[in-house]
């Protein structure tokens, strides 16, 4: 079992930025992609992006796409999230996940997950 712990949500107007945080607990995760998640009240858990933590390969929502840019600090163990030109559309509760293997946007092939952080992005 790993620990993703997320932060830096917030409330921001539309067409701000907002920069998520996912720090692990300090595993080495060479083999593990990490992925950023998001769920809205009502709606099912939806897959945002995603990065290897070997090679940097990423993938992303086409909800985000040009608006969203995946990172990873390997020092720090810790993944980001930046967003742009947020829409109130963004809003939810993001999550940060992570899994053994390769990219893929399925929430159910995710294997850990953190406690969500909060976005709200006003009209």
């Known amino acids: 079992q790993v620990q993703l712990v997320e932060s830096g949500g917030g409330l921001v107007q539309a067409g701000g930025s907002l920069r998520l945080s996912c720090a692990t607990s300090?595993?080495?995760?060479?083999?593990?992609?990490m992925a950023w998640f998001r769920q809205a009240p009502g709606k099912e858990r939806e897959f945002v992006a995603a990065?290897?933590?070997?090679?940097?390969?990423?993938a992303y929502a086409k909800s985000v796409k040009g608006r969203a840019t995946i990172s990873r600090d390997n020092a720090k163990n810790t993944v980001y999230l930046q967003m742009n030109s947020l829409k109130p559309e963004d809003t939810a509760i993001y999550y940060c996940?992570?899994?053994?293997?390769?990219?893929?946007?399925?929430?159910?092939?995710?294997?850990?997950w953190g406690q969500g952080t909060q976005v709200t992005v006003s009209s």
């Open positions: 990065i290897m933590w070997s090679g940097g390969n990423t």
């Open positions: 300090g595993r080495t995760f060479s083999n593990y992609a």
């Open positions: 996940a992570a899994r053994v293997g390769g990219l893929v946007t399925g929430a159910s092939r995710y294997d850990y």
